[in-house]
């Protein structure tokens, strides 16, 4: 990618990128990256901060500029994560000590460092990175030592209402502390770049909201009477009355999900998601779905 003019100009969005103070729209206005810039990394334009962070935010995610290193196999998965990754954090540990170099015709173009800012996905797999146990269990939060606390109504749940709890410690993810729920070090913290719990992030897809699709569902077959009347406000904050924009008949959505369900043999393996009939198990639809 540094060997294409092109490109290289895009990954300079990173160098080039100002921040501007009370405004977090990067993970480069955020207090991890900036630390880091003090300690002396990132001093070259040309260094790269991975998950491709350092091109600009709309293109970043696109499959263009996805380097994908390696899918798991399944249909499980694997009971020891560490051993598939070890690999790429021998690899990581090498580019962010030594210079990477770039030459085409025997003539360098640029020369760079590779740092790893965070590691995501979903809640599983972001405990299985951390080698934190369950967020239903006592020390179920990954960010802090609050302890968890049972209802008395029910069989199940852990809530977590103490906000003055202390974060959990740098050295609780290095050496391990399983009576707060992290059970061995992270394989992670043998990185420079590493930052604590903060370092593993969610996707974005699974901070949307808990239950979104039951929610929607609910958003449009809400039972409607003739005197309901609904209210939105113009930019110059005069009211308008209007009917219910969102409502579909529960027959349409019965409609829907079964040409969702028969439109499956059909659709090209390239595109990813759940092809299946939500409306039958909204109760278990995810937010991507």
């Not at 935010?57 to 499959?63: D, E, G, K, L, Q």
């Not at 460092?113 to 934190?132: C, E, F, Q, T, W």
Request: hydrophobic share 35%.
């Amino acid at each position: 990618m540094l060997a294409d003019p092109a490109t290289r100009e895009l990954l300079c969005y990173r160098a080039n990128q100002k921040s501007v103070a009370g405004q977090l729209t990067d993970i480069f206005d955020g207090d991890n990256y900036k630390q880091l810039v003090q300690q002396g990394l990132f001093s070259n334009p040309n260094d790269i901060a991975i998950r491709l962070l350092p091109m600009d935010p709309s293109i970043r995610y696109t499959n263009k500029y996805l380097l994908q290193l390696a899918i798991l196999p399944g249909p499980k998965k694997p009971t020891h994560l560490d051993s598939f990754l070890i690999s790429i954090i021998n690899e990581l540990q090498d580019l962010e000590a030594h210079d990477l170099v770039v030459k085409h015709n025997g003539v360098e173009l640029c020369r760079f460092k590779v740092y790893l800012l965070l590691a995501s996905g979903n809640i599983p797999a972001v405990a299985d990175m951390a080698h934190i146990g369950s967020h239903t269990s006592l020390f179920g939060c990954r960010f802090c030592e609050t302890k968890g606390k049972c209802p008395t109504n029910r069989w199940h749940g852990m809530y977590f209402d103490d906000i003055s709890a202390q974060l959990r410690p740098l050295e609780d993810f290095k050496v391990g502390n399983p009576l707060k729920n992290i059970y061995q070090p992270s394989i992670y913290t043998q990185l420079s770049t590493f930052s604590g719990s903060s370092f593993f992030v969610l996707d974005e897809l699974h901070l949307i909201a808990r239950g979104i699709g039951k929610l929607v569902y609910n958003l449009i077959t809400i039972t409607l009477i003739k005197e309901t009347k609904f209210y939105y406000t113009h930019p110059d904050s005069t009211l308008n009355t209007t009917k219910y924009p969102f409502h579909i008949p529960r027959a349409d959505l019965v409609t829907i999900g079964n040409c969702i369900t028969s439109s499956q043999k059909y659709i090209p393996t390239s595109f990813q998601g759940s092809f299946d009939n939500v409306f039958a198990k909204i109760n278990d639809t995810r937010a991507v779905d």
